[in-house]
């Protein structure tokens, strides 16, 4: 038989893990945006080429340029999805670029990291959205860059951007 005082000290670690736990996941933080966006057109790339950098810098992803016109005010939807890995101790951050100057929503997302192991090759996905996007000629590009100079890679990708026609 347990001593009591053990016992009750047990109980009491629970219950204050448990007060801990509904804290932590009670928060909530306001969202980056929120809202409606009605799609009429999509276009698509995929590509199998393979492509890493060292740069901390954004740089172009190959093959994920596309231009659309958009036909009225509103947003665009882009989603994004590759074959990704990370070299030990750095992450891969990937955006989505609207016409070379504004980011798309998340921007610079952690879209692979490794610890002290190299991440392996794995299917990964993200989408933005691009809010109040004027009528006329548009392009998106995805870019990415490393977390710390390792290398991060990319193999097979589909981008996908809807958009009003």
Do not use: W
């Not at 448990?18 to 790339?45: N, Q, W």
């Amino acid at each position: 038989m347990k001593n009591c005082c053990t016992c009750r000290l047990g109980v009491a670690s629970l219950a204050g893990a448990a007060l801990l736990l509904a804290v932590l996941t009670s928060v909530t933080a306001a969202p980056l945006a929120a809202g409606g966006c009605e799609t009429t057109a999509s276009k698509y790339k995929i590509s199998a080429a393979f492509q890493s950098t060292t740069s901390t810098i954004f740089v172009d992803v190959m093959e994920t340029a596309i231009t659309f016109q958009q036909g009225g005010s509103g947003c665009v939807i882009v989603s994004f999805a590759g074959v990704a890995s990370a070299s030990s101790n750095t992450s891969m951050y990937v955006r989505a670029r609207l016409d070379g100057a504004a980011d798309c929503l998340p921007n610079d997302n952690a879209f692979a990291g490794s610890g002290g192991t190299a991440s392996p090759s794995a299917d990964r996905a993200m989408n933005y959205v691009c809010g109040n996007v004027a009528p006329g000629s548009h392009m998106i590009k995805m870019q990415f860059r490393t977390g710390s100079g390792p290398t991060v890679s990319l193999g097979s990708r589909t981008i996908i951007v809807h958009y009003v026609k």
